[in-house]
Every structure is written in C-alpha cells, then in structure tokens.
C-alpha cells in the first residue's frame, strides 16, 4: 500500500472522523445521524424562542440557518481539519460565491489567476465585477507578481491548488508570505487534493473552499460544497470584517454565519449532509486507491505512441514535481490530462470509449473523461481559452475505482 500520510494518517483520519460526537443524544440511539428533514424547529415558550432567535442559546430555528444533520457533516469536517469554522452549501460554487461576498467590497478588488474553474472565472469577471469589484490577473507561479497586484484596496488572494485542466501548481507557502506580508488572507480553491490527504493550513492557507460535490458526496450522490475557515486571519480591510475586529475571534467566519449566508439562502439540506457524512467515512480509502491508479496510468500513458504529453504533476518529469512533492506528497489527486495531436483525435478516441464514460464531473467512483475546450470552455471565445491555457488537444481523465489494466485496455482500443 502506498504511503499517503503526512501529518495526520489514515487511521487518525478514519479514528477522527467517525468519532465526531452527536450534538445532542438520539433518543433511539441511532448509530447513524438521522436526516433532520424539518425546516422549524418548535420552542416550549416565547422566552426559549427568542433566546433561540437571537441567537443566544444555539438552538435550531429555521433550517435555511442551521440544521442538526448539516451541523453535524460540519462539525466532522472540522474535528478532521482542526479548522475554527465550517459551513456546508448546496454547491461548490456556492462555497465560492459565499465566500468572495463576504470578502469582497464595491470599489476592491480580489487578486488572482486566469487559470481557474469556469464557473468560478464567470462569477469573478461577470456576477462580481457587476458589483464594482475590480478582479486582478496574475501569475500565481510568480509570486514576486502576486505581490505587485496587491494594493490597499485588495480583499484577498484566491487561487486553486491545481490548476484544470492546465495542472499548474503554486507555492502556497511562498503565496501566503507574499499575502499576510500585504495584510490580505490566501484563499485556496482545494477540491483537487482532499483534506484527508492535504493540509492546507500547514501552507498557510487562511480560508478553504470545496467543491464537496466532487471527492466527498462520494459516488458523484449530490452537489454540495464547504467553507473551511481557519480562523487564522484578522486584519481583513473588507469593511464590514474591519468593524468587527477584536470583537469576535473570526470576523470572517462571524459575518458569514450571521449575515451571508442567510441572505445568500444556499445552505446544504439535511439529505445531502447525509450522503455526503457518508462519503466522508470512505474519503481517504477512495482517494488512496483512486490516486495511486492515476499516477500508475500517468506513467503508462506516457509510453503509448499517439499521446503526445500527459499532464500530472506526480510525475518526476513534470515542471511542478517539487512543489506538487512538497504541498501533497506523491498522489496529487486522481485526475490527469493528455494530449492527442489534433481536436479531431480527441473526438475520435472519446467515441470509440467502451468503458470510461463520457461525462463532465471529477472523482466519481467511475472513470470520467472530458474535452474541456469543447464543454466546460466550449462558450468562451478562442482568445479567452488562449489565454487561460485550454487547449483544443487536451483530454481531461478522471480517474474511478476500476484497475489500472482495465483502464488501459480501454484506452488502447480507443487510440486505435
Ligand atoms: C466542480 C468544481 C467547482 C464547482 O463545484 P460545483 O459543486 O459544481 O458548484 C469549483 N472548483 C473546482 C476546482 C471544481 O472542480
């Protein structure tokens, strides 16, 4: 088995995780955490209400705001990373756009790359910039740049751990000196490398976003996504955070939770908690298993005549090999990407498939295979995806719970 441990090991993982006490005791004793799918919550007097409304007591009200069984997805996510906050949503975009709206300011701007999730690119250069918010390019890999584009009005430093599908992977250490010295947090985008097998605060990572949509719901079940702060950070300049410094421990987390996400009304339901608690207790053995597969097919892929590059950064002779060794060991997730010669290949090879599926979405306990230019970019302009590094030649692999020489074989026919 190959070793994965960093810090905390699998066991420590698994151990941690499925001890996560119930806030309250059931009266059944039910193992698992009932499925609270109630949307109030009804209080013995009007004295107990309004302690519970105005939030004095932490009693459920309303489950837009909280609910015991998303409470409780949360409060095992942060007993495994250690953070100070969680909050789950319906999305990963959700956890995205929570996220800047809390930081973000009309007349700020947010400093990050171009080589970003397409829907996470739209809202920053669209949604958000409607609202006066200026969005700053840089190359994250230069972080002598990153510093440069950092101004006082800047509301942080937002990037993802892997880049896809161009797999470019920045210092985070170095990126997060460069923040904190500037006085902005480092938000990183880590749905690539899970939280059982990355440690993002040891990076010096302030706030977590993730697409739990993806490695957690586990088998491709729900949509759903986190905001995983550390509580680390405090000298935001987002005015509505700079009002409430000193008063709370995590002004970030404070205003989130009392004031966004209620308005922004995308908190998780009580049934994708369920599934997604689920995924939760087979996340790092997936992983591991869904990863050492993929770095297995990297190395094979290499040798097969017709594919031009494969692209991941577990591999010796990949550009980022140190960084991506340093930040998440020797299986940086389970998602590689190649190139065939032409556009037409791709189409070619994606047809003649038989057991990889054609579908967008990463991490499902099947192979997943994608031409990103085509689908996820097919809408932006050609100049766009130049300059964001999607090319017409790359194919996107995920890869599933099926053997290495499965894979293979499928693939060879398909090269044909
Ligand atoms: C899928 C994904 C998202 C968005 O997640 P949704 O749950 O689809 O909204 C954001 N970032 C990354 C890196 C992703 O892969």
Redesign the pocket.
Same mark, same amino acid.
């Given at each position: 088995m190959p070793n994965f441990s960093k810090e905390m090991n699998e066991k420590e993982y698994e151990a941690k995780l499925l001890g996560t006490p119930y806030p309250k005791q059931d009266p059944y004793g039910a193992l698992s955490m009932p499925v609270y799918r109630t949307l109030a919550y009804e209080f013995s007097t009007a004295e107990d209400m309004e302690a519970a409304f105005c939030g004095r007591t932490g009693e459920h009200t309303y489950s837009r705001i909280t609910n015991p069984t998303v409470q409780h997805f949360e409060e095992r996510v942060k007993r495994v990373t250690g953070a100070y906050g969680v909050t789950a949503l319906n999305?990963?975009? +959700? +956890?995205?756009s929570n996220t800047l709206i809390t930081l973000a300011w009309s007349g700020g701007n947010l400093v990050t790359s171009r080589h970003l999730?397409g829907?996470?690119y739209s809202f920053f250069v669209s949604t958000l910039n409607a609202f006066g918010v200026e969005v700053r390019f840089c190359d994250m890999t230069n972080p002598g740049e990153a510093s440069e584009a950092i101004d006082e009005q800047t509301c942080g430093l937002f990037l993802?751990i892997i880049t896809?599908p161009q797999m470019e992977v920045a210092d985070l250490a170095q990126l997060s000196e460069v923040a904190h010295a500037k006085g902005v947090p480092l938000i990183a985008?880590t749905?690539?490398v899970p939280f059982s097998a990355f440690h993002a605060v040891d990076f010096g990572v302030d706030v977590e976003?993730v +697409?739990?949509?993806?490695y957690i719901s586990g088998g491709a079940t729900s949509?759903?996504?986190l905001i995983i702060d550390y509580g680390r950070f405090d000298r935001y300049r987002t005015p509505a955070l700079k009002a409430l410094a000193g008063a709370v421990q995590s002004p970030f987390h404070f205003r989130l939770r009392k004031e966004v996400h209620r308005n922004l009304g995308a908190y998780m339901t009580s049934d994708v908690a369920y599934l997604q608690s689920l995924g939760l207790e087979t996340l790092q053995a997936r992983f591991e298993r869904q990863a050492a597969a993929c770095k297995e097919l990297a190395e094979k892929l290499q040798s097969l005549p017709q594919i031009q590059v494969v692209n991941y950064t577990g591999l010796q002779e990949n550009p980022f090999y140190e960084v991506s060794k340093k930040q998440f060991g020797e299986y940086p997730g389970a998602m590689l990407t190649f190139d065939l010669e032409s556009k037409e290949q791709c189409f070619g090879f994606l047809n003649r498939l038989k057991l990889i599926r054609r579908a967008t979405?990463?991490f499902d306990n099947r192979s997943l295979i994608i031409h990103p230019a085509s689908t996820i970019f097919g809408t932006f302009t050609a100049l766009q995806r130049e300059t964001m590094n999607v090319k017409e030649t790359t194919i996107r692999l995920s890869v599933g719970l099926e053997s290495v020489d499965s894979l293979l074989e499928d693939i060879r026919q398909a090269l044909v």
């Open positions: 999305s990963g975009m +959700a +956890a995205i999730f829907n996470t993802e896809n985008d749905t690539i976003v +697409a739990s949509t993806k949509l759903g996504g979405n990463l």
